[in-house]
């Protein structure tokens, strides 16, 4: 195990250690969000187990609370549906970029990797620096959160609705982890754009288009910065490649 | 089966083969270049979108919590200060729950 180096850049974990002690930390904050998501899922009507098939088989934060959101809307269950399935969009997104980093198995072997993709296990995996770091990450913040997510859900849908996940400070934990794995990798200007682009974005579409659709658009804006060729280095082969990242991560 | 349990099971599925779909494009599309640039600043997009939405959206239209702005902002400077994850993570927490006993402006 190596100790991360204090003047490692950014974020980035580096080392097996601090990647595994990492999606330790994302799970426990995924247990605590999932405490939440169980209460409110109950306060929305939806019994015991329809909570439980939710965080065990949709497994998708997202989602999840946009599901439960509609359906206690009251209405038909049904117009939940497309309202989950909008925000699940990207996860097919992300498993595009992780086909690159996860080896490519039978059908058979994907189906469980599938399962664990999500915004947090991507974002841990597309922050390391090299191939057997960046698999560890997927698989052990994907383990993580799964098990601390499903058990958080079981004791908010027991606890029921009288719990504030404000009163954690949880709304700064999802910006903040995000942001603290993007980090490392916005080595180049074109990356930086792309974030910056993809934020601004979402932000004017947020009183604009339905949930869901201010972040798929931000799509957009990766589609465009792939399609050109320009503002790619030399090494753009492997943009995270830690030589890289020499050249500073203050924006 | 109550329509409850018909849209919590085919939302689950959907949500899945949405995943499955993503993994599953054949390996000639997944080897061109472009397709590789594009799957490279796809996370880099969607990530910093799913940040702003964090930090703005009040559903369906702009909200700002100070409190968790001024998190995100100590967050950021440990960031420039090259600060490792948990200590982001966690300071940013931290900052966000002590900001609860802070009466608002």
């Not at chain 1, 599901?67 to 038909?76: E, I, Q, R």
């Not at chain 1, 994907?110 to 995996?125: C, F, G, N, Q, Y």
Request: a positive charge; glycine letters at 12%; one cysteine or more.
């Amino acid at each position: 195990m190596t100790a991360v180096p204090n003047d490692s850049p950014g974020a980035e974990l580096g080392g097996r250690g601090p990647v595994v002690r990492a999606a330790v930390g994302i799970g426990v904050y995924a247990g605590a969000l999932g405490l939440s998501f169980g209460a409110v899922s109950a306060g929305a009507g939806l019994v015991f187990w329809q909570t439980m098939v939710l965080s065990l088989l949709m497994f998708s934060g997202a989602s999840q609370f946009a599901f439960v959101g509609v359906a206690a809307a009251g209405g038909t269950p049904f117009a939940a549906i497309p309202a989950a399935l909008l925000l699940g969009v990207r996860n097919a997104f992300y498993g595009v970029t992780l086909s690159e980093i996860l080896p490519r198995g039978p059908l058979w072997k994907r189906l469980p990797t599938a399962h664990l993709v999500i915004d947090e296990s991507t974002a841990m995996a597309v922050g390391q620096p090299r191939l057997p770091l960046q698999r560890l990450a997927f698989w052990s913040c994907g383990v993580a959160i799964f098990v601390l997510w499903n058990l958080g859900t079981l004791a908010g849908a027991l606890i029921g609705a009288s719990l504030d996940s404000t009163r954690f400070g949880l709304d700064a934990a999802g910006p903040a982890a995000f942001l603290a794995l993007l980090w490392p990798g916005l080595t180049t200007m074109k990356a930086r754009g792309v974030a910056v682009g993809g934020a601004l974005v979402a932000l004017v579409l947020i009183p604009i288009a339905p949930a869901g659709v201010p972040v798929l658009c931000a799509a957009l804006v990766a589609l465009v910065a792939g399609l050109s060729r320009r503002g790619e280095r030399s090494s753009g082969e492997d943009p995270l490649d830690p030589t890289d990242t020499a050249e500073g991560v203050l924006p | 089966m109550t329509p409850v349990w018909i849209a919590v099971i085919i939302a689950a599925v959907g949500t899945y083969l949405l995943k499955l779909a993503g993994m599953s494009l054949p390996e000639s599309v997944l080897n061109h270049p472009t397709v590789r640039r594009i799957a490279h600043y796809l996370p880099i997009a969607l990530l910093a979108a799913l940040v702003a939405v964090q930090l703005v959206d009040g559903g369906g239209h702009w909200a700002v919590n100070w409190r968790t702005l001024v998190a995100v902002a100590a967050a950021i400077v440990l960031l420039l200060l090259k600060r490792g994850f948990l200590t982001v993570f966690l300071t940013a927490i931290a900052v966000c729950a002590l900001l609860q006993f802070v009466p608002g402006p």
